[in-house]
């Protein structure tokens, strides 16, 4: 599967504008500033395909990315404080619209920052992923940032959280070294392989 023939393709900021699902689908969530556009990046081995902000809560559109066999969808970041009410309940509908709609979804890539518990709000995400059946995993970025006993620690933290949850694959990751990103690579071709053959 070629991860290096990709081109940005749409961004939605409302429910309406969501593109025809007509290919496989691999979402990314994740808190803003987790490393969301820094981990799409890396995959494609681009630099700036997804733009890495400095200003966390920026992205407040699904931005579409077409590979040749399936298609990245890149979901704003929530839980930023300074943005206002209004946006937050765009971006939140924006979110749902997208999660309620028949869409060929292979998976569900949930990203959480190694080094801290997950939020509220990636609890909650992770809930709703679980409770509405979607095939998911977990990828926890930053981990270059830990040093070895802290970085087996934490990730020993994480396995326990998700060791109520049968299937969830949980993939420590970093931008920097590309640690973990064959192993995320795998995964990806591994679901719309398994995707491909249920729609059959």
Known sequence: MNFNEVNFEFAAGQVNQ??????PEIVFSGHSNVGKSSLINKLVQRKALA??????GKTATINFYRLREFRMVDLPGYGYAKVSKTEKQRWAELV???????????????????RHP??????NMVDFLYRNGFNFAAVLTKSDKLKKTQFEKQ???YKDIFS????VPLIPFSAQTGFGNDEIRKLIEDSIVNFN???V
């Not at 749902?96 to 190694?114: C, H, P, S």
């Not at 997950?118 to 609890?123: A, F, S, V």
């Open 155 to 157: 990730f020993n933290y």
């Open 197 to 199: 053959n249920t729609e």
């Open 18 to 23: 969501l593109p025809k699902s007509d290919m």
């Open 118 to 123: 997950p939020t509220d709000d990636d609890l």
């Open 164 to 167: 109520t949850i049968e299937h």
């Open 51 to 56: 733009r890495v902000s400095a200003q966390p």
């Open 96 to 114: 749902e619209g997208y999660f309620a709609q028949e869409r060929k979804r292979a998976l569900v890539i949930q990203i959480l920052d190694l």
